[in-house]
Structures are given as C-alpha cells and as structure tokens.
C-alpha cells in the first residue's frame, strides 16, 4: 500500500508510516498542478497546505483516504472525494498551542508596537519618546469569535494577560461561558462593539465565508485591534481595507488574501503595506511542537485505517443514514448465508445502505444488521427465513 504525502512531514513521522508496512513516496515540493498525477497507485495521500482538487479524485481510482495534515479541509474539493466515496480526515485541535501563541504575539506587537520598535533600532535610531506610548492589555477586553480548540487557548492566554475576556460562538449557551470564565456575546457585532481585541478562530465554510463583515468592523472601537489567524476569507476583505487605511483599526494577520502556494514568492497586498497592519506569513502552526502533533495524528488516522478499517476524524461520512427500516437476521456462521440475504433484496430492489455482522464465540452464529432504503414486504421477509439451515431468526423494524 502507498502513501503519498505532498507536502512537509518530520522525518520521526515518516518512519512511523513506514514501520506501518506501508510504501512511503514523500514529495514535499511537488506542485498542486501535478498532484493528480502523482497520486495514481496510491492509496492514502496525505496533505498540508496543497489544493486537492476534483481531478484528484476522478484520477485515482486507488486513492482511499486523504488526510489533512492540519485543521480544516477548504483546501481539498471534499464533495469530489465524497462521489469517489474516498475518505477525507483532518487533524483538529492539534495546532491549537501554536495558532494561539502567534495570535497573542500578534496582539503584542500592535500594543507594543515591536516591529517599529526593531526598524527604528536596525535603522540606526532611538526613539524611546514614541515607543513609550502604549495602553497596555491588562484591564482591556479580549473578544474571542469561535471558540473551538485555537479559541479556547486564546481565551486562556487572554486571561493570563489579566484581560476581560468575551466570547461568540453559535455553541456557547449560558452555562459555557461561565465554565470558560468568559462573558458570552449574542452575535459578532455585540462582541465587536465592546472589545479592544477582536481575534478571529472560525472555520473557513459556506456560511463563516465573509462572516466579519462591513458592520462587524465598523462595530470595532476606535484604536482597536483586529487579529486574524483563521483564513483570510473569514474577513470582509474590501471592508477591512477601507477600515485600515483611514487608520480607524490595526490589523494583525497571519492570514492573506491571494496568498501565493509556494513557500517563498513576491507577494504585493495593499493592506499588509499599511503603517497600522501588523502581517506574518501563514505561519501560525508553523511551530516543531505543533507540527510533530499534527503528523503524530496523521500517523494515527493511517494506523486505525489500515489495521482497523476505520478513519478518525472524517469529515465526509453521512451523520445520518438515509435508511427507513432495519433488517435484523440472526444466522448459521456458514458460507453463503449472506450472499443468500443480499441477493434476495437485491431482486426486490431495495438498496442497502449500511450492514454490519457480528460472529458469536465459537463462530457457530452471527447476527447481521442491514439498513435498506426502504421496508421490505412481508413477501420477502417469508423469503429469508424460508432457510432453516442459515437463518435462525429474521425481522425488519423501522427507522
């Protein structure tokens, strides 16, 4: 079985993979362009930051799983893998330390305007007068958007600064907030308008796309800071341009719009050129600890899939089945006994959607659990327990 992994990967985790029994083919500086190439014969693909797009998947007729080496999925076309029935998986919650501590630096920085501070000095100048002014964090208000594991840790970090720390989330109730020590906002607005940091942890989807909106921001106070380490589609781009170049907000991003794919490239944004726009470069889990957790977890996910058959974190299996009935057959643990049960609801035109059999100890029975698309007739039930000699019991309940 080969594994393809496009992208960066410690060499520790690589041998993991290989001690797997698994074929390693590690192409960290292979272009997206060339991907659906690449992956042919392979099995498992496992990405950081490169596009997966459709092509990859009409391609690959072996390709199994895909694994996200990081938070989200926006980077791989998951409805395409879902109608190859390929598995896509990520890596949650296991960049969360070092998302957080670049956005806390970033919130840092504005307050304290240190990269102005290290300028001046590498330039040759002091200027002690100008740099003294800052207001500080402590006393001021932290608003954390989305509170999943990068949010927590910012809520954390904010607290340790001696800051009042609010929160929106379409989670948070009442009893969260108060678990997490942290005043619970009804809406991005209302928590924009009462916070002198506003720091973005949302997933990139269909309804957070452009969720920090023209009114979001202009809710923002004065001199308030906006920190992004999320993605950069999260943000009202224009909107967030226009605010920061009249100089109402600062800005600290680790997250751009049109970012280039490669790791080093001429990159022009007209809002990272700003005096008040404090901007890295998409490196918030870019951190040894946070990419050892990462490919730690990937290693995991590939281990359940090959010993295991299943897939942790999967994105893209159904919640809810689209079956109406189960079929219960309690059966001889005997050749054919299934194939019998298959093809008799296969001629009634009835579609399995999921089917699970469990052998007994000492193998003699097995129970088998058949979700169908609809409830077969009493015709067909007749029909399966018309063999005594495989079927010990059969009946449908429905869903």
């Given at each position: 079985m080969r594994?393809?992994?496009?992208?960066?990967?410690?060499?520790?985790?690589l041998a993991d993979v290989a001690a797997l029994g698994l074929t390693v083919d590690h192409r960290p500086d292979l272009p997206a362009r060339e991907l659906p190439a690449a992956v042919a014969g392979a099995s498992a693909l496992v990405v950081r930051g490169k596009q997966v797009s459709a092509e990859v998947f009409q391609r690959a007729d072996a390709l199994s799983l895909v694994i996200r080496a990081g938070a989200g999925v926006n980077t791989i076309d998951v409805a395409a893998a879902s109608r190859r029935g390929v598995y896509v998986a990520n890596c949650p919650g296991q960049n969360a330390v070092a998302v957080a501590e670049l956005a806390a630096g970033?919130?840092?920085?504005i307050d304290r305007r240190i990269p102005d501070n290290v300028e001046r000095l590498r330039a040759g100048k002091w200027d002690k007068k100008r740099f003294s002014e800052a207001r500080g964090l402590f006393g001021r208000t932290l608003g954390v958007a989305g509170?999943?594991?990068?949010?927590?840790?910012?809520?954390?970090?904010g607290q340790a600064?001696?800051?009042?720390?609010?929160a929106w989330s379409r989670s948070l109730d009442d009893a969260g907030a108060r678990e997490l020590g942290v005043e619970r906002a009804p809406d991005l607005v209302a928590l924009a308008r009462r916070c002198d940091v506003l720091s973005l942890h949302l997933p990139l989807t269909a309804e957070t796309r452009g969720m920090v909106g023209r009114a979001v921001l202009e809710a923002l106070p004065a001199g308030a800071a906006l920190v992004n380490t999320a993605r950069a589609e999260v943000v009202d781009q224009a909107a967030l341009l226009e605010q920061a170049r009249a100089g109402r907000i600062f800005v600290g991003t680790d997250v751009h719009a049109g970012e280039p794919e490669k790791g080093q490239a001429d990159f022009e944004s007209e809002l990272a050129r700003l005096p008040?726009?404090?901007?890295?470069?998409?490196?918030?889990?870019?951190?040894?600890?946070?990419q050892d957790a990462i490919a730690r977890e990937a290693v995991r996910i590939l281990a359940a899939f090959v010993r295991e058959g299943t897939v942790p974190n999967c994105v893209n299996v159904t919640r809810k089945s689209p079956a109406r009935a189960r079929l219960v057959v309690r059966h001889l643990d005997k050749v054919g006994v299934l194939a019998?049960?298959?093809?008799?609801?296969?001629e009634a035109g009835i579609n399995v959607e999921e089917v699970q059999n469990t052998v007994f100890e000492g193998a003699a029975a097995a129970c088998c659990t058949l979700q169908l698309d609809e409830r077969p007739r009493a015709e067909l039930l007749d029909r399966i327990r018309s063999r005594p000699d495989e079927v010990i019991f059969a009946d449908c309940f429905d869903l």
């Open positions: 594994v393809l992994v496009a992208d960066a990967f410690p060499k520790e985790r970033l919130m840092l920085a509170l999943g594991p990068i949010g927590r840790e910012m809520v954390r970090r600064f001696g800051m009042h720390v609010a008040n726009v404090y901007g890295t470069h998409h490196i918030g889990a870019s951190t040894e600890q946070a019998n049960v298959l093809t008799a609801i296969r």
